[in-house]
Structure formats: C-alpha cells, structure tokens
C-alpha cells in the first residue's frame, strides 16, 4: 500500500515562512501529478498547489499566489511547499496527495500536517 508522508509542519508567527515535505518510500512519483491541499477548522478541504511529475507544470491557488513555491527533488522522491510571508489564515492541515496520470481523482493521501500560524 502507497504511504505519503508529510513532515515539515509546526507553530510560526505570521511572516515567517515553513517548507513542508511529502515522501513516499518505496514509490516513485513518475507520472504522477502531486498536490498540496489543505483544510482548517470547519472548513471544506482546498486546493493549494500541485506539480505534475511529467512536465514539472505548476498551480496554485490564488490565495498563495506569490508566497508558496512547489517542487520537487526527484532524488529524493520528495515533493516540497514552501510557504512564505504566512498569514493566521494559512493555519490548517497540510495534505499531500498524489494522481497517477489518467486517474480522475488522487489516489494517495498522507495523514496530513499541522500548520499553525499565530498573529
């Protein structure tokens, strides 16, 4: 069974800047599309950036537009978020999923990340 496993999250003040991590062991993220969602307290889950493993093409939402930055170090088959100039309103779970090519939806979550930022 595919694991993905985020790390990277924690408590910052606002401004400050956290860069989450999401690994797979023993998987590769070939042809696979990558993304970044989130969800905070009483919220529905949203989209927050993804990366496809095919082209390296990028999306984010607009409400980081600017301030996160996707990536990914095949090496380590390892999918980075880094998240800049953090607002109290970026506070939530941080998930990572990934999407074989071809799939309708993400097939793999990983148990997500708490991130927290106090004003």
């Known amino acids: 069974e595919v694991q993905l496993v985020e790390s990277g999250g924690g408590l910052v003040q606002a401004g400050g800047s956290l860069r989450l991590a999401c690994a797979a062991p023993g998987f590769t993220f070939d042809e696979h599309s990558i993304g970044w969602f989130r969800q905070a307290p009483g919220k529905e889950r949203e989209g927050v950036s993804c990366i496809s493993s095919m082209d390296g093409r990028t999306y984010y939402a607009d409400s980081v537009k600017g301030r996160f930055t996707i990536s990914s170090d095949k090496a380590k088959n390892t999918i980075y978020l880094q998240m800049n100039s953090l607002k109290p309103e970026d506070t939530a779970v941080y998930y990572c999923?990934?999407?074989?090519?071809?799939?309708?939806?993400?097939?793999?979550w990983g148990q997500g990340t708490q991130v927290t930022v106090s004003s």
């Open positions: 999923a990934a999407q074989q090519v071809g799939a309708s939806d993400y097939n793999y």
